[in-house]
T-cell receptor
Framework: NAGVTQTPKFQVLKTGQSMTLQCAQDMNHEYMSWYRQDPGMGLRLIHYSVGAGITDQGEVPNGYNVSRSTTEDFPLRLLSAAPSQTSVYFC?????????FGPGTRLLVL | GIQVEQSPPDLILQEGANSTLRCNFSDSVNNLQWFHQNPWGQLINLFYIPSGTKQNGRLSATTVATERYSLLYISSSQTTDSGVYFCAGPTDYGQNFVFGPGTRLSVLP
């Protein structure tokens, strides 16, 4: 079991570029989420999904899109990167009230 | 959604010491979790504890839901306990969590 995996580990973008952060889990969890963590802060919810084909917005969804075509994958797309999106991004899956986090993607937008 | 507060914000211990971390939340909860973020950034779930007491080795947690707080106890601390400890409660967004600001723990050898 690889658990929750994320790629890339680190990415540098220029303002206005787009990119996709990948997230995959092999635990057959229906519930998946994306969070961002800014320096010295806890995590804030961006988007989440309760199952394939179903997504919803979290606390800070602006500037991000998601889709969920399979149970395993939950990619996060940055449409037009801005410096305010510099952060560490965590993907998580959930079962039985417990969340399992991926290792994170560190994103720097110049 | 609920508000989550944690104290203290920073804690420095000598190896072998015990500590108590506190989490207060603004409303009653049916789900509360404690996480440890190690110095490399990895988030590990420690306890799912909406009420009562649980123990896992040197760590234990108690949640008193009626009084809206939870405590995380670390006994005989080790340098590998260093990192940030977050508690998290339920949000208005499905089965997700709102995180407190964390307690940064440094255990010195």
């Amino acid at each position: 079991n690889a658990g929750v995996t994320q790629t890339p580990k680190f990415q540098v973008l220029k303002t206005g570029q787009s990119m996709t952060l990948q997230c995959a889990q092999d635990m057959n969890h229906e519930y998946m989420s994306w969070y961002r963590q800014d320096p010295g802060m806890g995590l804030r919810l961006i988007h989440y999904s309760v199952g394939a084909g179903i997504t919803d917005q979290g606390e800070v969804p602006n500037g991000y899109n998601v889709s969920r075509s399979t149970t395993e994958d939950f990619p996060l797309r940055l449409l037009s990167a801005a410096p305010s999106q510099t952060s560490v991004y965590f993907c998580a899956s959930e079962t039985g009230g417990t969340q399992y986090f991926g290792p994170g993607t560190r994103l720097l937008v110049l | 959604g609920i508000q989550v507060e944690q104290s203290p914000p920073d804690l420095i211990l000598q190896e072998g010491a015990n500590s108590t971390l506190r989490c207060n939340f603004s409303d009653s909860v049916n789900n509360l979790q404690w996480f440890h973020q190690n110095p490399w950034g990895q988030l590990i779930n420690l306890f799912y504890i909406p009420s009562g007491t649980k123990q896992n080795g040197r760590l234990s947690a108690t949640t008193v839901a009626t009084e809206r707080y939870s405590l995380l106890y670390i006994s005989s601390s080790q340098t590998t306990d260093s990192g940030v400890y977050f508690c998290a409660g339920p949000t208005d967004y499905g089965q997700n969590f709102v995180f407190g600001p964390g307690t940064r723990l440094s255990v010195l050898p």
